[in-house]
C-alpha cells in the first residue's frame, strides 16, 4: 500500500474488530526459554523496527535485528498496527533465533477494538506478545490493575516514585 492508495479507515476498524475475536487470553504458554522486546522509531518518512531476543533465564541477547521501510500508511490514531506492521515484519523475519514471547511496544488488548499493534503483530506471527503502552486508550484503572470490562487485563508498571505510569 503507497501513501496515495485509497484506505478505508472503517474498514480497518472493522477488520480490528474482526481480529480481536480470534486473539487467545489464556495462559497457555509451554516452558519459555527465549523472549524478545520490539520497539519502533518514525523519522520523517522511514520507520525503524528493532527487535532483540534474549534468554528469559540470563537475559543474555541471542540475536537482534532491525529493518527500515518507508513509510506507508498515515498515522492515524487506533490504526498504528498498518503502520509499524511491514517493518516490524522485516525485523523478526531477519532473525535468526525466534523467541517464544514477544514484548512490544504499543497497545495490545488494551485497545478500543481490542486488537492494537501488538496483538496484530502476534496474530500474524502466531506468536504470544505482551503489549507496553505509555497511556492508557482503553479500561480502566484500579490500583495497579487495569481493568477492562471489570476483568483484569493489564498491570500498572511504576518505575519511579512519584511517577505517572
Avoid: W
Amino acid at each position: 500500500m503507497t501513501s496515495s492508495t485509497p484506505v478505508s479507515y472503517d474498514k480497518l476498524r472493522k477488520e480490528q474488530t474482526a481480529l480481536a475475536k480470534k486473539l487467545v487470553l489464556k495462559d497457555r504458554f509451554e516452558k519459555i526459554q527465549t523472549i524478545a522486546g520490539i520497539e519502533h522509531l518514525a523519522i520523517g518518512t522511514s520507520i525503524f523496527s528493532q527487535i532483540v531476543v534474549c534468554d528469559a533465564h540470563t537475559l543474555g541477547v541471542l540475536d537482534k535485528k532491525y529493518a527500515v521501510k518507508e513509510v506507508a500508511f498515515p498515522n492515524v490514531s487506533g490504526l498504528l498496527a498498518y503502520r509499524l506492521l511491514p517493518a516490524a515484519l522485516d525485523a523478526y523475519q531477519r532473525l535468526q533465533r525466534t523467541p517464544d514471547i514477544i514484548l512490544v511496544m504499543g497497545h495490545g488488548v488494551l485497545h478500543p477494538r481490542g486488537c492494537g499493534f501488538a496483538s496484530h503483530l502476534g496474530l500474524v506471527l502466531d506468536k504470544p506478545t505482551i503489549g507496553i503502552a505509555h497511556k492508557l486508550i482503553a479500561g480502566t484503572i484500579d490500583d495497579d490493575n487495569v481493568l477492562l470490562k471489570g476483568k483484569v487485563m493489564g498491570k500498572l508498571l511504576h518505575t519511579k516514585d512519584r511517577s505517572h505510569p
